[in-house]
């Protein structure tokens, strides 16, 4: 005759030969050690209640986000940048004072100087009309690469645009 009982662990229902009563067997579904009660033994009770049975994943919560209002009046978080000098420039309407500074330094390409070129070109794209001032310009810095003190020079040019 068989013996038939529940695991105290994870309450799966097991049925063994009753010559195994009182033997102690691992569970096959929990692998927790069990004692195999007898015959005309109670059920045995478990001194922990069970552990619930496995569970759906929960459903994702929908989280709603509420805007902050005010009655003052936004400003904005990015300022919007003037457009460049050279597009200033080029527009008709407001003849405001702009200034241009050309560093000799950043004319300088692979081991040919621009420095003339691209104040020409500077200076043919604003028009005569609209130059305000030429002013050269001396300066100095210090070159990251060498740590020496280096002077160059520039233009600052005054113009409406």
């Given at each position: 005759?068989d013996?038939?009982?529940k695991?105290p662990?994870?309450?799966?229902e097991?049925?063994?030969?009753?010559?195994?009563?009182?033997?102690?067997?691992?569970c096959?579904?929990?692998n927790?050690?069990?004692?195999?009660?007898?015959?005309?033994?109670?059920?045995?009770r478990?001194?922990?209640?069970?552990?619930?049975?496995?569970?759906?994943?929960?459903?994702?919560e929908?989280?709603?986000?509420?805007?902050?209002?005010?009655?003052?009046?936004v400003?904005?978080l990015?300022?919007?940048?003037l457009?460049?000098l050279?597009?200033?420039?080029?527009?008709?309407?407001?003849k405001?004072?702009?200034?241009?500074?050309?560093?000799?330094?950043?004319?300088?390409?692979?081991?040919?100087?621009?420095?003339?070129s691209?104040?020409?070109?500077?200076?043919?794209?604003?028009g005569?009309?609209?130059?305000?001032?030429?002013?050269?310009?001396?300066y100095?810095?210090v070159?990251?690469?060498?740590?020496k003190?280096?002077?160059?020079?520039?233009?600052?040019?005054?113009?409406?645009?």
């Amino acid at each position: 005759m068989d013996i038939v009982f529940k695991c105290p662990h994870c309450q799966t229902e097991l049925e063994v030969d009753a010559a195994a009563a009182g033997e102690t067997i691992p569970c096959p579904t929990c692998n927790r050690e069990i004692t195999i009660p007898a015959e005309n033994s109670p059920p045995t009770r478990l001194a922990t209640p069970p552990p619930p049975p496995p569970q759906a994943p929960a459903q994702r919560e929908e989280k709603r986000f509420a805007v902050p209002m005010s009655d003052k009046p936004v400003e904005p978080l990015i300022r919007k940048a003037l457009p460049s000098l050279e597009a200033a420039a080029k527009t008709e309407g407001k003849k405001l004072l702009r200034l241009k500074t050309i560093r000799h330094s950043d004319c300088k390409e692979v081991g040919h100087d621009n420095f003339d070129s691209f104040v020409t070109e500077f200076l043919n794209r604003i028009g005569e009309e609209n130059i305000v001032s030429i002013t050269p310009i001396n300066y100095s810095y210090v070159e990251m690469g060498t740590q020496k003190l280096i002077t160059d020079f520039g233009v600052a040019i005054i113009y409406r645009g």
